[in-house]
């Protein structure tokens, strides 16, 4: 037996064992059969909009008023490089050699000649980035996605990527961080940030979509599902999703009106 078959196996039982509490959450004829939690994860996205409503949008919108276009950007390649480390490393442990080379030369330029990754000098030379977390290398395996969820304060996921959130937020430099201010500063900058590079969307996603749970949702799925590939994500098919799996999307991807970023601050 491979190691990508044994791992898909494990993966598959622990999902099992994972998803016995819950079976039965959401039946009906119009049920979506990766988002069996969905009555749970409606009332998670409810209380992800009032926060984004409430804290996130605003403080999203006064930085992008207030802060120069210049700054603003800086703080998205500096935290871009940041997650070009760990995407190197599961770039490498999916042998995707070739995507984790460019990962860790853009890592090495941006720190060295970019100012820690201020300056994205790798762009300006062509060195390709390739966002890769440890849902992705597991989906790569074979291990399935399991049901959507939604998480508070995080916004969408899927099961697999939430039980390895812990691992995804072991590969974060912020997290290594010894001062707690510091290392609460810089996550709540990069929330903002990345919420400011969602505005515009958001209010397209405002105006286009009838049941906005929903859209967000398909679209995650199919995103994530296109990011992992196709060859280990069509096996579960549902009503209107086409096969789509999902996964946690954990950077600037987030979907508005979930929180969209990393760890919450710790103390």
Same mark, same amino acid.
């Given at each position: 037996?491979?190691?990508?078959?044994? @791992?898909?196996? +494990?993966?598959?039982?622990?999902?099992?064992?994972?998803?016995?509490?819950?079976?039965?959450? @959401?039946?009906?004829?119009?049920? #979506?059969? #990766?988002?069996?939690? %969905?009555?749970?994860?409606?009332?998670?996205?409810?209380?992800?909009?009032?926060?984004?409503?409430?804290?996130?949008?605003?403080?999203?919108?006064?930085?992008?008023? #207030?802060?120069?276009?210049?700054?603003?950007?800086?703080?998205?390649?500096?935290?871009?490089?940041?997650?070009?480390?760990?995407?190197?490393?599961?770039?490498? +442990?999916?042998?995707?050699?070739?995507?984790?080379? %460019?990962?860790?030369?853009?890592?090495?330029?941006?720190?060295?000649?970019?100012?820690?990754?201020?300056?994205?000098?790798?762009?300006?030379?062509?060195?390709?980035?390739?966002? %890769?977390?440890?849902?992705?290398?597991?989906?790569?395996?074979?291990?399935? @996605?399991?049901?959507?969820?939604?998480?508070?304060?995080?916004?969408?996921?899927?099961?697999?990527?939430?039980?390895? +959130?812990?691992?995804?937020?072991?590969?974060?430099?912020?997290? *290594?961080?010894?001062?707690?201010?510091?290392?609460?500063?810089?996550?709540?900058?990069?929330?903002?940030?990345?919420?400011?590079?969602?505005?515009?969307?958001?209010?397209?996603? *405002?105006?286009?979509?009838?049941?906005?749970?929903?859209?967000?949702?398909?679209?995650?799925?199919?995103?994530?599902?296109?990011?992992?590939?196709?060859?280990? %994500?069509?096996?579960?098919?549902?009503?209107?999703?086409?096969?789509?799996?999902?996964?946690?999307?954990?950077? @600037? #991807?987030?979907?508005?009106?979930?929180?969209?970023?990393?760890?919450?601050?710790?103390?």
């Amino acid at each position: 037996m491979n190691k990508g078959t044994h @791992a898909a196996r +494990l993966g598959r039982a622990m999902l099992v064992a994972a998803l016995l509490p819950l079976a039965g959450c @959401a039946t009906g004829p119009n049920a #979506n059969r #990766n988002d069996p939690l %969905e009555p749970l994860n409606r009332e998670v996205s409810k209380f992800n909009e009032g926060l984004d409503l409430v804290i996130l949008k605003p403080g999203a919108t006064l930085y992008r008023e #207030n802060v120069p276009p210049l700054v603003r950007t800086g703080v998205s390649n500096f935290f871009g490089n940041m997650g070009d480390a760990w995407s190197a490393i599961n770039s490498a +442990l999916q042998f995707k050699l070739g995507h984790a080379g %460019e990962n860790w030369m853009r890592f090495t330029f941006n720190t060295v000649f970019g100012f820690a990754g201020i300056l994205d000098i790798a762009s300006e030379l062509n060195i390709e980035r390739h966002r %890769e977390d440890f849902g992705q290398t597991l989906g790569h395996w074979g291990v399935p @996605a399991g049901p959507y969820v939604v998480l508070p304060f995080f916004g969408p996921s899927t099961l697999r990527d939430t039980l390895v +959130l812990p691992i995804d937020r072991r590969g974060d430099p912020v997290r *290594d961080l010894n001062h707690a201010g510091e290392r609460n500063t810089l996550y709540v900058l990069r929330a903002v940030d990345v919420r400011s590079n969602l505005l515009r969307a958001g209010e397209v996603l *405002d105006g286009a979509a009838l049941d906005r749970y929903s859209f967000i949702r398909d679209s995650y799925l199919q995103r994530r599902r296109s990011e992992i590939g196709s060859r280990n %994500e069509g096996d579960d098919k549902s009503d209107g999703s086409d096969g789509q799996e999902p996964d946690v999307g954990t950077d @600037a #991807n987030q979907a508005p009106g979930g929180a969209p970023t990393g760890p919450a601050p710790s103390r």
